[in-house]
């Protein structure tokens, strides 16, 4: 299977969660369904029913989210030696034909969000090894669009 890369913060956050889930989550559901079984009938017991799809819910997550930790390598960007080219973990800055600038932090496809595309994605695989100075091309929905490097940091 394919390694998958991952910043440390963002790794950090899917341990959390997954002992989230193992932890407090899984065992307060358990005990709701437990609960509810007490009240009787099974068949017709909505609580119960309700309480096994959560607990459903809960364990195909915390497999999935297993099966991801298991799955990544972790770059911790502020450990990387410093260099002048963009990779895994950099933010960069870029500049487009009208002028306006935009920055973002290259990362793993869980980690995206406001300022952050992945390292997969079209833009992030086109400012792989990038330098200040140098341009991409990307496709976007809109047409294509040349993007030049402004600036390239670890953080």
């Known amino acids: 299977m394919e390694k998958k890369y991952i910043t440390r913060a963002g790794f950090e956050r899917l341990r959390a969660e997954f002992h989230q889930l193992l932890t407090v989550a899984r065992p307060r559901t358990a005990q709701e369904a437990a609960t509810a079984a007490a009240h009787g009938d099974r068949s017709e ?15 195909a997550r915390l497999h999935r989210l297993q099966k991801q930790i298991e799955q990544f390598e972790v770059v911790d960007p502020a450990a990387r030696p410093k260099t002048d080219r963009a990779f895994f973990g950099a933010t960069v800055t870029v500049e487009d034909e009208d002028g306006a600038q935009a920055t973002y932090q290259i990362v793993g496809s869980e980690e995206l969000g406001p300022g952050r595309i992945s390292y997969e994605a079209p833009l992030g695989r086109a400012l792989l090894g990038k330098r200040q100075g140098e341009s991409v091309r990307v496709r976007r929905p809109a047409g294509e669009v040349e993007l030049i490097v402004v600036r390239v940091e670890w953080k």
């Open 45 to 59: 017991n909505y609580e119960y029913k309700l309480a096994k799809k959560k607990l459903r819910e809960i364990d």
